[in-house]
């Protein structure tokens, strides 16, 4: 069964970094797309960054220049770097991942459990 594993949430202080990885697990034929979403509360879940296969990466704006997706296709990972963070980012991070797993013609969205990012002011 594939799935998703977050890591590396936790408390920081407004102005610090913290990485966030995710790696992929199960019996996978391909991994297309993979991104970062987060939800603050009360708020909807919303796109933070992607990155395709090949690499070519997409941030939305209020994160651009701050946070850095990359990619380990050998070892099904990706991994959100995030710098000079605000209070505003405080959020759940869920990782995200176009996948076809090995005994499967599809390829269906699969979504990790969620990590925890507070930034305190």
């Known amino acids: 069964q594939v799935q998703l594993v977050e890591s590396g949430g936790g408390l920081v202080q407004a102005g610090g970094s913290l990485n966030l990885s995710c790696a992929a697990s199960?019996?996978?034929?391909?991994?297309?797309?993979m991104g970062w979403y987060r939800q603050a509360p009360g708020k909807q879940r919303e796109l933070v960054a992607s990155?395709?296969?090949?690499?070519?990466?997409n941030y939305v704006d209020f994160v651009k220049g701050r946070f850095t997706i990359s990619r380990d296709n050998a070892k099904n990972t990706v991994t959100l770097q995030m710098s000079s963070l605000k209070p505003e980012d405080t959020a759940v991070y869920y990782c995200n991942a176009n996948i076809r797993p090995l005994f499967d013609l599809l390829w269906s969205i699969y979504w990790g459990q969620g990590t925890q990012v507070t930034v305190s002011s």
């Open positions: 199960g019996s996978i034929f391909g991994i297309n797309d």
């Open positions: 990155i395709t296969r090949g690499g070519r990466t």
